[in-house]
């Protein structure tokens, strides 16, 4: 099981924090829609290449290959929806995009199980074609809708870029090379030769070094830590023997490495989008509330399944069955009721009224939390799950709107990359690894870990009382800071 979270959560954490962020400069500037058509190409191919893998480094080349596709959907997808729709409908078209991905999470489980059960149960002889077992005709059947997605995304009508926001955006000349200069001043090592190449200051140099010090010896401390906590075996990874734990924040620490990177190559290279994103309190804010609640949300929904399997006696088919479509279903109804909410508030409060419904959600949820997992029976807790999910997944919306709205029109695929590599190291790379922790320190004791992973919410409440205070005043200097660092509007 550890091999299968290294491998879902670190290994794709990994490359998704690397890949993400030159491929949302790609968003920025070149067709978004093919973009969107290559990489949703290239992701289901290699989703499919996990059906014929007979090792673990197969299955770990096919989560590679997620991750770098993966990388650029988002950015470039929410950069297409923000310019087909205007700004007072953008809390329900985030809605819309949230509920969409609650489809896929649930429906995939549900689906996926479903495949692999009646491809064994048909092919129960040893008989199958191929020789493939029921998990691998499930990647398979996964694989297949990409392709057909990707064919129409190649058609798909490209919008002018900021005409929604009348906020005029010239062509990129080069978005392949600035994409690709991204890509080097990001990984760790080729970062000193772009600093090089861009004739980076002592003071530049220095903070790099001392940064990359700082996170070295961070890292190791904190999985030492870990280690006197919960001890693990080592692994055996293609013949080196590593301490899961150092592997875990080794992993993390280069996420953090490829942060400082990026804002130093950003300070270099493009001072305006550096000045929008570090220059808006809201928008660093609203990053971090995204990632410490996906701490939360990765940690619970990661867990969920297990501990009911493990605290009322549920078979693994019958729990991904009705927590799947229980999760899906709820996924749609938070969102899309939070969403119109939140413009309509938005519009009575300028500004602050997305970050109400934002705070309404999670400062309530953690509340209910305590009721869920406390549940006698499987049908209680069901019961009380649909009520605490609807008010739990009502966060994205408003907190998305909210973020987009801080940056330029040609900014979005950066940003967007910036926040989702932050939220996955953060919240893929930390949630499901500290409940698996804290309930090895219990005895196993899921119900506790699961809950204690809400200790961060506190922090999320003031984080956003702050930036209902901030949010109106860092919009309205947006472009005032992009024109000071020297963009033509």
């Known amino acids: 099981m550890l091999k299968m979270g290294l491998l879902y959560g670190t290994v794709f954490a990994l490359f998704y924090a690397l890949f993400s962020l030159p491929l949302g400069r790609l968003a920025d500037g070149w067709v978004r829609s093919r973009l969107l058509s290559i990489c949703i190409g290239f992701w289901s191919a290699a989703t499919g290449l996990a059906a014929f893998a007979s090792?673990?480094?197969?299955?770990?080349?096919?989560?590679?290959?997620?991750?770098?596709?993966?990388?650029?959907?988002?950015?470039?997808g929410t950069s297409l929806i923000y310019d087909y729709w205007p700004k007072e409908r953008r809390g329900f078209v985030m809605a819309v995009l949230a509920s969409a991905i609650a489809i896929g999470l649930g429906g995939s489980?549900?689906?996926?199980g479903v495949a692999a059960n009646w491809w064994d149960g048909a092919y129960a002889s040893g008989s199958a074609p191929l020789g493939l077992s029921g998990w691998q005709f499930a990647f398979l059947m996964a694989a297949l809708p990409g392709f057909a997605l990707s064919l129409v995304l190649w058609r798909l009508h490209e919008p002018e870029r900021g005409a929604m926001d009348g906020i005029a955006t010239p062509a990129d000349p080069a978005p392949f090379a600035a994409s690709a200069a991204v890509l080097g001043s990001v990984t760790p090592g080729f970062n000193w030769l772009s600093l090089w190449q861009r004739d980076a200051s002592s003071r530049q140099w220095a903070i790099n070094l001392?940064?990359?010090?700082?996170?070295?010896?961070?890292?190791?401390l904190i999985a030492r830590a870990c280690a006197d906590f919960s001890p693990r075996p080592d692994l055996v990874l293609g013949g080196?023997?590593?301490?899961?734990?150092?592997?875990?924040?080794?992993?993390?620490?280069?996420?953090?490495?490829v942060i400082v990177n990026l804002l130093q190559g950003l300070a270099l290279s493009d001072k305006p989008t550096f000045a929008v994103i570090a220059g808006s309190p809201t928008l660093i804010m609203v990053i971090l509330v995204g990632a410490l609640q996906s701490v939360i949300n990765y940690g619970i929904m990661g867990f969920t399944p297990s501990f009911l399997m493990k605290a009322y006696g549920l078979s693994m088919k019958d729990t991904a069955l009705a927590f799947g479509l229980l999760s899906a279903a709820l996924g749609i109804v938070g969102p899309m009721i939070s969403g119109p909410v939140s413009d309509a508030l938005n519009r009575l409060f300028p500004g602050k009224g997305r970050s109400y419904v934002t705070l309404f959600s999670l400062g309530v949820s953690p509340l209910v939390a305590l009721w869920v997992y406390s549940a006698p029976d499987p049908s209680t807790f069901y019961l009380r799950f649909s009520f605490y999910s609807i008010i739990l997944t009502g966060w994205l919306p408003p907190l998305y709107a909210i973020m987009y709205d801080q940056?330029?029109?040609?900014?979005?695929?950066?940003?967007?990359?910036?926040?989702l590599l932050v939220m996955t190291i953060l919240g893929l790379g930390t949630g499901p690894y500290v409940v698996g922790l804290i309930s090895d320190a219990n005895n196993g004791d899921l119900a506790r870990a699961i809950l204690s992973i809400n200790w961060v919410s506190p922090i999320i409440v003031v984080l956003l009382l702050l930036i209902a205070l901030r949010v109106q005043k860092d919009e309205a200097q947006l472009i005032d800071r992009a024109r000071a660092a020297g963009e033509v509007i």
Do not use: C, D, K
């Open 210 to 220: 001392a940064s990359l010090v700082a996170i070295v010896v961070s890292m190791t």
């Open 109 to 112: 489980l549900v689906l996926g």
């Open 240 to 257: 080196i023997t590593i301490n899961p734990h150092m592997l875990q924040w080794g992993v993390i620490g280069f996420g953090l490495f």
């Open 407 to 419: 940056v330029l029109p040609r900014m979005r695929g950066v940003m967007t990359s910036v926040y």
């Open 55 to 76: 090792s673990f480094g197969v299955l770990a080349l096919s989560r590679l290959g997620v991750g770098i596709g993966e990388g650029a959907t988002q950015p470039a």
